[in-house]
Every structure is written in structure tokens, then in C-alpha cells.
């Protein structure tokens, strides 16, 4: 079984995002997107938000699960028993710090390989950061985001 983990923050899940695993769950028997736990980096939304959220919107994906990790991706992978590191480029802006990332991952683990796949150009602009920094000043996110998850971003960002 050809299975793929798509890592990230998803501090929230964008539409941009969403993009790739819809891409990446054909690509894959099976997609694993996975969250970091990062300690010491306080998000807007929990871990378990988080998950919650990208389950939410990417249930009509029969072959997607959406799990948290600690630590090192490369010990994730291990437990998911995962070879291929899907990774999302936006612009050449991605591209240095993907490249560090990949070879660092590789250099961990060889047998671990990260594929690439170029998001929509409707989607190029898109990152979660711009995303809460926008709802933080009433802007419009429809269109950034998915639809289901706008009313979450809002109540957080207001109870903040
Ligand atoms: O959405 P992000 O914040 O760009 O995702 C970054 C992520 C989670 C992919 C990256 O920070 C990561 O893999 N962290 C786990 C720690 C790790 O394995 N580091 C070694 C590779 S440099």
C-alpha cells in the first residue's frame, strides 16, 4: 500500500491545503495529514481543533485520515510505516526552506523521500498566517478558506 503523509500546521486548514489533499489522496492509497504538535509555538486553534477542522472538511475523502505528531516527522513516518513526504509550493519563496527540509529528512532517513506538488495558482497567495491576520481585522476569508470552517475562525479570533 502506497501510503503518502502530507505534514504541516494547518493553524487553520486553507483552501490551499485543502487543494493538495484532495490532489494528493489520488495520488496516494492512502494519505495521512499530519499536525504538529509544536510546544513551543502557541497556535489560534488547539491540536485537537485542528484535527477536528481538517476532518470536517475533507470527509467526502474516503482515504484520507488526519492524525497529531510530536517530535521528529521522520519518527512519524516511521510509525505510519509512510515512505513519501507530500509537501505543498506555493511560489519560489517555498523553495529553500522546502529544499533544507527535504534533504535534512532524507539525511534522517533515507529510505524517506518528499514529493512535490505545485498548488493551484488560485491558491499560490494563500497561507494560514494571512488567513487569521485578515479575519483579525474583519476582512473577508470566503474563498481562503473552506466554507464550513469560517464561523470557527471567527468565534476564536473574537473569545482571543
Ligand atoms: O505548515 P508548516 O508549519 O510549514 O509545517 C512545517 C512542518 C510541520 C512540515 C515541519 O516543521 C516539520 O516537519 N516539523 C517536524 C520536526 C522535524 O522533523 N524537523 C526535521 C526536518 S528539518
Redesign the pocket.
Known sequence: MRIGVY????DPITKGHLDIIERGAKVFDKLIVGV?VNVEKKGLFDYSERVEMIKRVAKHIPNVEVKCFEG???DFMKHENARVILKGLRAVADFEYEFQ?AL??NKLDPEVETVFMMTSGKYSYLSSTAVKQVAKFGGCIEGLVPDEIIKDIFLKIKRE
Open positions: 505534514p504541516g500546521s494547518f504538529l521528529l516527522l521522520i527540509m535534512m529528512n
